[in-house]
């Protein structure tokens, strides 16, 4: 295989059943007018190395990594970022200044990229008071609200490293930002003190890293006010976790980020990379949108 042949992305998963990426790749990748196949390849833990060595070794274009797969990449790579979703041959130029490089492949993260941009829009419009990342599966000692432990402190010092690594272009600092962790969601009353705590000109962040219990009936007992952000950083989302987020979106006054809408910005932004190309997000939004109601 060699450039004179259709270009191939991988999208590679355990399982990768249900997953929407393939169909979303496709239909953006014809909108962009980019000749490309896109295969969707189930890889259980010891299979990875020796199909992304043959991978590379086939000359295929870049290999998008489920969540399912990256604690396999990780281990092997020696890397502490579950974050790696993207395998290319040529790091971008937003990358970081050391590469990371795994069966020949160099990792990269557009969650992160894409999430930090995010961050950095959220900034420009106000000042950033308070970032709240919420993550169900934290350990106790890692969740605080008023009292930052040592753990507490060290979890958010490694997200903040996370989200840089991959950024060149938009770093995330949040150095006058009131950073903290939670194991669940606020409730609205506490939605409502964090907004009488806010000044005039200031604003506040919510990223939501997991959820435990997919599958299950979910129901946010908020709304996000006029100025402020959610981004969901889920993936492999079901369908009953989308539109309990559409009604979310449906509700606030301010801006929702669905997992759905970053999974969309990152397949745009990964077209654009591999292939110099524009594919608007929102062709991959309707893409993913149609088939998880399947």
């Not at 000359?59 to 970022?81: G, H, L, M, Y």
């Not at 000692?141 to 996370?162: F, G, M, N, V, Y």
């Not at 997991?210 to 079901?238: H, M, S, W, Y």
Request: charged share 25%; aromatic share 6%.
């Amino acid at each position: 295989m060699d450039e004179t042949t259709e270009p191939i992305i991988a999208v590679i998963g355990h399982p990768i059943a249900g997953n929407p990426t393939q169909f979303a790749l496709e239909t953006g990748l014809q909108a962009a007018g980019v000749d490309c196949r896109v295969f969707s390849v189930d890889l259980s833990p010891d299979k990875i190395e020796p199909a992304l060595v043959g991978m590379f070794a086939m000359n295929f274009k870049a290999v998008w990594v489920a969540s399912s797969c990256r604690p396999t990449i990780e281990q092997a790579s020696e890397e502490t970022d579950t974050n790696i979703d993207l395998l290319v041959r040529t790091p971008s130029q937003e990358a970081h200044a050391d590469p990371i490089t795994y069966s020949g492949w160099y990792l990269e993260s557009l969650k992160m990229k894409t999430t930090a941009a995010f961050i950095h829009e959220a900034s420009q419009k106000s000042h950033l008071a308070k970032v709240i990342f919420v993550n169900e599966g934290l350990e106790p000692q890692e969740s605080s609200t008023d009292a930052h432990t040592e753990a507490h402190a060290e979890a958010i010092k490694q997200r903040l490293s996370w989200l840089n690594r991959y950024n060149a272009a938009h770093p995330v600092k949040l150095e006058d930002a009131d950073v903290v962790l939670l194991n669940q969601a606020p409730s609205s009353a506490e939605i409502a003190a964090l907004q009488d705590d806010l000044g005039e000109d200031q604003s506040w962040l919510m990223i939501i890293e997991q959820r435990q219990g997919k599958g299950t009936a979910v129901r946010f007992d908020f709304e996000i006010p006029a100025r402020q952000t959610l981004i969901d950083l889920n993936e492999e989302c079901d369908s009953q976790y989308v539109v309990a987020l559409d009604r979310l979106k449906a509700s606030s006054p301010g801006d929702v980020i669905r997992c759905v809408d970053l999974h969309a910005r990152c397949l745009s932004a990964l077209v654009a990379q591999l292939f110099g190309k524009t594919a608007p997000v929102e062709v991959f939004q309707e893409a993913i949108d149609e088939y998880l109601a399947v």
